[in-house]
Nanobody, 127 residues
Framework: QVQLVESGGGLVQAGGSLRVSCAAS????????MGWFRQAPGKAREFVAY????????YYADSVKGRFTISRDNAKNTVYLQMNRVKPEDTAVYYC????????????????????WGQGTQVTVSS
């Protein structure tokens, strides 16, 4: 059974830092692109960050560019999202997602491109 499990969420003060992780089990995702999305209360889920299978290519939403960094450790089958200088508007449930097709880069900002999803981890930024 394939699972993506997020962890590391919690409460952080504005201006602080937090790192969330996504560990995959059931199969290796070392050849698959990964992404992070988030959903704030009352809003649609939105793209946050993307990393290709090797880690050589990343993309970010404009709202997090320069503050968030996505990375991966293929030996650990884990992807990370380092969140720096967080803002109250970063408050959301953060989801990781995996592309089902190996070595494939599609429309990375589109939810439908991803075949596997985690259950999400809550990040709350206090002002």
């Amino acid at each position: 059974q394939v699972q993506l499990v997020e962890s590391g969420g919690g409460l952080v003060q504005a201006g602080g830092s937090l790192r969330v992780s996504c560990a995959a089990s059931g199969r290796t995702f070392s050849t698959n692109a990964m992404g992070w999305f988030r959903q704030a209360p009352g809003k649609a889920r939105e793209f946050v960050a993307y990393i290709n299978w090797s880690g050589s290519s990343t993309y970010y939403a404009d709202s997090v560019k320069g503050r968030f960094t996505i990375s991966r450790d293929n030996a650990k089958n884990t992807v990370y999202l380092q969140m720096n200088r967080v803002k109250p508007e970063d408050t959301a449930v953060y989801y990781c997602a995996a592309e089902a097709r190996a070595y494939y880069t599609g429309l990375y900002f589109r939810e439908s491109e991803y075949g596997y999803w985690g259950q999400g981890t809550q990040v709350t930024v206090s002002s």
